[in-house]
């Protein structure tokens, strides 16, 4: 008896512990008009509003295949701003999936898109490039900051004179702290018991 009430009460812990402090966030660009800052096409961000703006560049209604893309050049930039969970102990960790859709014709060679986070970033990689059909690059990077901060700014930069952006979306997770992962075993374990 003591076993159930004990999981019953893990239980409504954990339910409360994931509403009260949702570790994800999903924001998505698609630049389908002018707007600077940029209209959010999708967001699931319960922290506040991200926003993207454009330091200088040109919206074009169309570009090489691909519909709605700022061109910037290598004197703008991108900068993007993600407000994010509080939970700031200093053991958990943010790990960011930027996907960024573009084309920049004076470097089609697979160099990197320069992207600078603040806080810096700890790791930065290339996970996964896809050249689509008009011969845009979509590629995903994979970013960890740590410790997790409750608000992160990621600001990209052209790789050569000009690049062209067509699509930005940023999922975030806040990987938690060694002990609410520990918590969130036992909480694993005892249900399995309880089975
Ligand atoms: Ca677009």
């Known amino acids: 008896m003591k076993k159930i009430v004990a999981v019953a009460l893990l239980g409504t812990l954990l ?16 630049f389908s008009n002018g707007s600077n800052p940029a209209v959010l096409d999708e967001v699931d961000n319960p922290f506040g509003t991200p926003t993207l703006s454009l330091c200088s560049g040109i919206w074009l209604q169309s570009y090489s295949g691909a519909m709605g893309v700022w061109r910037i050049l290598s004197t703008g930039g991108v900068n993007i701003a993600i407000p994010n969970t509080t939970d700031n102990s200093p053991d958990s960790w943010k790990e ?8 920049d014709p004076g470097s089609e060679f697979g160099v990197d898109v320069p992207i600078v986070s603040y806080p810096l970033y700890e790791s930065l990689a290339l996970a996964d490039r896809q050249i689509q059909s008009n011969g ?5 990077y994979s970013i960890i900051i740590s410790p997790n ?29 060694p ?17």
């Open 149 to 177: 901060p409750s608000e992160e700014f990621l600001d990209l930069y052209s790789i050569q004179y000009a690049i062209y952006i067509d699509e930005i979306s940023i999922g975030t997770v806040c990987v938690p702290e």
């Open 136 to 140: 845009y690059y979509k590629d995903t």
């Open 179 to 195: 002990a609410t992962m520990a918590l969130l075993s036992l909480g694993g374990l005892l249900l399995r018991k309880k089975r």
């Open 15 to 30: 339910c409360s512990f994931a509403y009260a402090n949702q570790l994800t966030t999903y924001q998505k660009w698609s």
């Open 96 to 103: 960011i999936t930027l996907q960024i859709t573009y084309r």
